[in-house]
Structures are given as C-alpha cells and as structure tokens.
C-alpha cells in the first residue's frame, strides 16, 4: 500500500517506530536538561575548583578530586532514574522506598588529557537519607546505548525523505520527452 507520496507503508511504520524510540531515549535527557536536579547539578559544581559540596556528598567528591583533580568542564550527556521497595522482613514489616537520579556528564578534569564519562548518582530513601556515587563509565557502553536509536532513525528519515526511484518514476511519468 502507497500513500500519495510514494512512499511504502513499512516506511512510514519505520519512520512512527524510530521516532518513538528516539523519544525513549532523548525525552528524559531533555527533561533533565530543562528541569535539572539541584543537588546534582550541586555536587558537579563541587567537583570544580573552589565548590562547597552539600554534607551528604563530601566524601565522594573528595574522593574524586582527589584521585582526578578538580573538574574543569562537564556536558550532560544521560539521566536515568530508578525506584526499588525493599520489604523488612524481620521486625515491623515496614517497606523503604530508594530512588536512584543518576545524570551522566562527559566531564573535563584537571589531571587528566581527555575527557572522559562520568555518573553522579543520588539516592533518597523515605526517611530524607541521601547518599552520593561519582563513578566512571565506559564510553562504549554508552555508545552502544545511544547509537542503535541514533541509527534507526537516520535510516528511516533516509528511506522516508530521500528520494526514491519510485518516486523519480512518478515525477517522470507526467512529462513527456521530446
């Protein structure tokens, strides 16, 4: 089945389907992006030189500063967030809700040549306990999170907007040649 565009309909499924996928991944970025988490967004500016870390987060951030230097750059890249019940089985029976708000940053640091990736996690339970995580990732692996979604859709935009013989065949179809 063809539309009026000459376009097949497993193309316009491609299309709906990678654009939808590209939302899975990039609206939560953008979200964190518009509406940032101010202890994160606290604990990077810590990580530079002369920041004042929230109490939570001393630890972790010294730690890091300590072993990289102080942060000279950093670019949001990802954000992840997780939520997890844990039931007490002995004694009240009572369940604790964790969240995890993770921000991921390609970061700048002082003793290092190149950039590299980094997570500052939060965790909050119900009773208002935070505690910090400021880790390394792989760059492959997040590549390898980003790039079929980023593929996808390049591949369908092709097939969806570039031009197509059947489409050239239509177009050559009204004219005749002298």
Aim: charged content about 15%; aromatic content about 12%; overall charge positive.
């Amino acid at each position: 089945m063809n539309l009026k565009f000459g376009r097949p309909m497993y193309v316009i499924v491609l299309f709906v389907v990678s654009s939808i996928y590209m939302g899975v991944f990039f609206l939560p970025l953008l979200y964190s992006l518009v509406f940032p988490n101010a202890d994160i967004e606290q604990v990077a500016e810590a990580l530079k030189e002369g920041g004042i870390a929230p109490m939570d987060a001393d630890t972790a951030v010294e730690q890091a500063k300590a072993a990289l230097g102080p942060l000279t750059k950093a670019v949001q890249i990802g954000w992840g967030y997780d939520a997890s019940k844990q039931y007490h089985l002995a004694g009240s029976h009572e369940r604790t809700t964790t969240t995890a708000t993770s921000y991921i940053y390609l970061a700048w640091f002082a003793k290092l040549p190149k950039p590299i990736v980094i997570v500052i996690a939060l965790y909050e339970n119900d009773a208002g306990q935070k505690a910090y995580r400021i880790s390394q990732v792989s760059g492959m692996l997040l590549a390898r999170q980003l790039v079929p979604p980023l593929l996808l859709f390049a591949v369908s935009v092709f097939l969806m907007f570039g031009k197509s013989k059947a489409s050239k065949d239509y177009q050559d179809a009204g004219r005749t040649k002298p």
